[in-house]
């Protein structure tokens, strides 16, 4: 028999001027990027905290804080790779991920199945167990006056009973 642990992630990051953007870990053409201490992949820090919701070790920030300078413009797939080591190390496995992303601009469509591939590489699971989509707010909130991108995860984690 197998435990199940579900854990929910959200991260928001606003655009920023001179930064490239990255996103599930690949850059995107833009004309921004995103603000932020690390390279601000607003994706994968959704991940990680679905993650690590998911086998009840606290948040990314817990574990890479941004008043440290070891993470200053760190690639975030490095910190998804660490967090999948966390995961393991308590004898976690991924089940599925499912993410949302919200943004007006750019258009993501042509991008998810290359994020994907990166994305599933990086956490060594099949790109079957990772859904990635992207959707706009409609015009509303921060998002829809494009000030920033914000993502939602879910991830299922299988655990032995011991």
């Known amino acids: 028999m197998e435990t199940f642990r579900v854990g929910f992630g959200y991260d928001v990051h606003a655009f920023a001027n001179d930064r490239s953007l990255w996103l599930g870990g690949i850059q995107v053409p833009y004309e921004k990027g995103l603000k932020g201490h690390s390279d601000a992949d607003v994706v994968i820090h959704a991940i990680c905290d679905a993650l690590l919701g998911a ?17 200053e413009n760190i690639d975030s797939k490095v ?50 167990d990772l859904s990635l989509k992207a959707t706009t707010s409609e015009r509303m909130g921060f998002v829809g006056r494009e000030e920033g991108i914000a993502v939602f995860a879910v991830a299922l984690l299988f655990k032995p009973n011991e």
């Open 55 to 71: 086998a009840n070790l606290r948040d990314i920030g817990y574990h890479f804080p941004d008043t440290s300078g070891d993470f």
């Open 79 to 128: 910190l998804l790779r660490r967090t999948m080591g966390l995961i393991r190390a308590g004898n976690y496995r991924p089940g599925n991920i499912d993410v949302t992303i919200c943004a007006e601009k750019p258009k993501l469509h042509s991008f998810i199945p290359q994020m994907k591939t990166c994305l599933a590489e990086v956490m060594n699971i099949g790109e079957g």
